[in-house]
């Protein structure tokens, strides 16, 4: 993908793009992957990601450095990324899994937290996702933004978060319980704050 707006459009073109190759890797191989921030030959510093699946590497995303614009003749931001089918065709062997569609209606719930800049947003996801255990069935990272009336220091993040029982309907009063421990462990893990 190429932009000519700035780095909040490269930053939002990059939290598009890493969901869909994950579920790339989920559909064609029933993995999870994960993205780790790294610095990677060819791509910007603090704007590269290697992608994980099963602790191992499947691929990479982020942002061409200058040298490398220069070296293809290429202008603005390019964003670029790449998916190893060769990281996932091993698990595309095992037989295909199918899963009854849900009984139960999901409770969404959408969560705005302010963290310092240079938290990742893989590490909160991991902390949103160990601490609400089985009853999350999915997150999603949904904005970043910077400025404004954010401290320099800070940035802010919004999340969609999705609960569900596979036993019962889940009650407005679990899901809530469930999200307060989810910031409970932001705070004491990324110094987060909630957004009024």
């Not at 992608?51 to 942002?63: K, N, R, S």
């Not at 199918?98 to 937290?113: E, H, M, N, T």
């Not at 679990?174 to 932001?186: F, M």
Request: no cysteine; charged share 25%; glycine share 10%.
């Amino acid at each position: 993908a190429q932009t000519d707006g700035g780095p909040g459009e490269a930053a939002a073109i990059l939290r598009d793009v890493q969901p869909t190759l994950s579920l790339l890797a989920a559909q064609l191989g029933g993995v999870t992957v994960e993205a780790e921030n790294a610095e990677l030959p060819g791509l910007r510093p603090g704007r590269a990601a290697l992608l994980l699946t099963g602790g191992a590497a499947a691929g990479v995303l982020g942002e061409l450095d200058s040298v490398s614009l220069d070296t293809f003749g290429l202008r603005g931001r390019v964003l670029a990324g790449e998916l190893r089918l060769d990281a996932v065709a091993e698990a595309a062997l095992r037989p295909p899994r199918f899963s009854a569609p849900p009984q139960f209606p999901p409770i969404l719930r959408d969560l705005a937290v302010t963290v310092p800049s240079s938290s990742a947003a893989a590490d909160a996801l991991r902390v949103i996702r160990a601490a609400a255990g089985d009853l999350l069935e999915d997150a999603d990272l949904y904005d970043e933004f910077r400025g404004g009336r954010l401290e320099p220091q800070r940035k802010g993040w919004t999340f969609h978060l999705r609960f569900r029982a596979s036993d019962r309907t889940l009650t407005a009063e679990e899901a809530q319980a469930t999200l307060d421990r989810v910031v409970g462990s932001l705070k004491s893990e990324l110094g987060a704050e909630l957004r009024s």
